[in-house]
């Protein structure tokens, strides 16, 4: 398993995790924490399976906010260096993925959401958008996939998961590489 490293930009804790350096980069954001989270397991095959550069970034302490959590992923992405990537998260993850590609559509690539919030937050312009829902999921209902789908259908694509629930990142891990990778077009 990869380690985690700590980056403190004014003392702020900022856990993340680097695997790969394949040509397709993805940086991934959590619902919860980086080390204990179904992403580990899709990065490790992304960066195996399919030679992609994959950076998994966590929330630090007391970061509530979706600008600090946007903040500190600028703030890793500058330390590692990487201009350019799709952007992901699952869950609440993904909300903060969504306000980066707002934010920094000039560094996004491309944006992932894994269990979408239900939320009226836009779509970024112009980024093509994957969506990937469990079938079953109960937190982020795939009708929340759908309706955002629908807002953005000529670039925004939905994938399904048969009987998977929310923690699909973890129960389904290998499935949803696949669907990453296959999306991206990239093997």
Known sequence: MTDIQIFEPDGRAIPFAVEGEGPVSLALLPEGDV?????GVISHYLVE???FHVVRIGSRAGAADVDEQVEDVVA???HIGLTHTWIGGHGAGGRVARAFATAH??????????????EDSPLPPLLPVLIIQG???DVTPPENGTRLQATAPERASVKNLDGAGHLFP???????AFIIEEYLDWD
């Open 35 to 39: 080390g204990a989270d179904g992403l």
């Open 49 to 51: 399976e399919a030679g």
């Open 76 to 78: 890793v992405l500058d």
């Open 105 to 118: 559509a000039d560094r996004s690539n491309g944006l992932l959401l894994l269990g979408v919030e239900d």
């Open 135 to 137: 079938s079953d999921d």
């Open 170 to 176: 973890l129960d389904h891990p290998i499935e949803t």
